[in-house]
């Protein structure tokens, strides 16, 4: 009987801890990771930045057992989470290394492929880590990448925009612009490609909309503030924060007031780099 005939739904609260929490944030990035990169039979493939395992154990599953992939991420609790998948859904070709992309432990020419999404590029060093996966990459293999670019929710960064200048806070303006700066473009991306010697190959941009009702609403999002607000609190003073941040929810309002919502724009981008 063929091994996959002799699955039976367990179901225990160790199974439901894990299952259906995989972040819509990350979705649509893994999907277009998912809808392009090169699947081959016996390869060494790396995800990094793989936190609770996605796209990592869904690729994994997706080439099937003659590939071996590891994840690699620093984040311990994450681990846990992913190595938990690993045993709920009996995923047997995937290991977790607790560790930093920074210094892969991991041979010269050894790695088939390495995938991050909303990875590298977010990270302390990206120069660092492109540097190594360059030298674990075998030669004529492919780093993968998926991000969010430059352009990013820029309609909410309009009204904080409107919000500073409005308030005259010329400093907070600079840092906010220097916040969006920060975001890669397609350029600044493929730079890094080149400087670390991998030369880009292919590359897909698709953009996707996330809809709040209006600023109250998209402000306390779970995820929202998980991910984002730590990054905009350091834009303006401490001293300064209740009334700017009231301010930019109020003005985040009217603008969702005269459109019938909150619309954020997200451009994505899949870039391929050959060593
Ligand atoms: C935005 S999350 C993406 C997680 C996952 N790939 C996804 O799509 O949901 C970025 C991940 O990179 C990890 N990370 C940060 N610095 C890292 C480093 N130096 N090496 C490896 N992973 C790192 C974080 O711990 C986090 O899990």
Redesign the pocket.
């Known amino acids: 009987m063929p091994h996959f005939l002799e699955y039976q739904f367990n179901d225990s609260p160790e199974f439901v801890a894990t299952f259906d929490e ?2 819509l ?2 979705a649509p ?2 999907l277009l990771l998912l809808k392009h990169v090169e699947l081959k039979s016996n390869m060494t493939v790396l ?10 154990i869904e690729l994994a599953q997706r080439l099937g057992n003659s590939s071996k992939c590891y994840g ?4 311990k609790n ?1 681990n846990e989470r992913a190595k938990q998948k690993l045993r709920n859904y009996e995923v047997e070709n995937v290991e977790i290394i607790e ?4 210094e892969l432990s991991f041979e010269d020419n050894s790695v088939d492929l390495i995938v ?5 590029n ?4 990206p120069p660092v ?1 492109f540097k190594e996966c360059a030298r674990v990459l075998k030669p004529g293999c492919k780093l993968v990448l ?1 991000t969010n670019l430059d352009g990013h929710w820029k309609e909410f960064y309009g009204v904080f925009e409107q919000t500073l200048r409005e308030l005259q806070m010329n400093t907070a303006l600079e840092k906010l612009d220097a916040h969006q700066r920060h975001r890669g473009s397609v350029e600044s991306i493929t730079g890094a490609y080149l400087i670390a010697g991998l030369r880009v190959t292919r590359s897909f941009e698709e953009s996707f909309e996330m809809r709040f009702l209006d600023g109250t609403a998209m402000l306390n999002h779970s995820f929202v503030k998980l ?1 984002w607000l730590a990054g905009w609190r350091e834009i303006v003073d401490e001293n300064e924060h209740q009334g700017i941040f009231a301010a930019l929810e109020k003005n985040l309002n009217e603008y969702a007031k005269s459109k019938g919502e909150l619309l954020l724009t997200v451009p994505m981008l899949y870039i391929e780099g050959t060593k």
């Open positions: 995989l972040p944030w990350s990035f893994g995800d990094i930045g793989s936190g609770a395992g996605f796209p990592l690699i991420d620093p984040w994450a560790g930093s992309a920074a991050s999404n909303l990875g590298i977010n990270f302390d060093d880590v998926t991910g």
